[in-house]
């Protein structure tokens, strides 16, 4: 058996309708759904947030973003009406590795505030 250290659990935390969170956006993306917005979040290591919204050409924006709106001044966190800001919790375990089969260890929280 080996491990590996990093293993990455995020857990998606109540929306906050029509607020988005300003001056932390790390990837922005054009997706289908908020279901791809999740999944970029979850593929980008610095993600602790994401905007997502409806642009005015039809096509919906994924943001993502390195802070949570408790880790910025108060004037970062705006109104944006259809957007909707996701903040996410994020644990870190142990990847255990056994033929084939890997096992992911939940070993603590980071809290984001």
Same mark, same amino acid.
């Given at each position: 058996m080996s491990f590996l250290d990093g293993c990455r659990i995020i857990q998606f935390q109540e929306e906050i309708h029509n607020m988005i969170l300003t001056n932390h956006v790390v990837q922005s993306h054009r997706v289908a759904n908020q279901e791809i917005?999740? *999944?970029?979040? %979850?593929?980008?290591?610095k993600c602790v947030s994401y /905007? %997502?919204?409806r642009l005015d050409d039809g096509s919906f924006l994924c943001e993502i973003n390195d802070k949570h709106h408790l880790q910025v001044p108060s /004037?970062?966190?705006?109104?944006?009406?259809g957007f909707i800001f996701s903040p996410i919790l994020v644990s870190r375990?142990? *990847? %255990?590795?056994?033929?084939?089969k890997i096992f992911c260890i939940k070993s603590m929280i980071l809290k984001a505030h």
């Open positions: 917005c999740k *999944i970029h979040c %979850y593929l980008e290591t /905007n %997502y919204g /004037n970062e966190f705006m109104a944006r009406d375990g142990t *990847i %255990y590795r056994t033929h084939c």
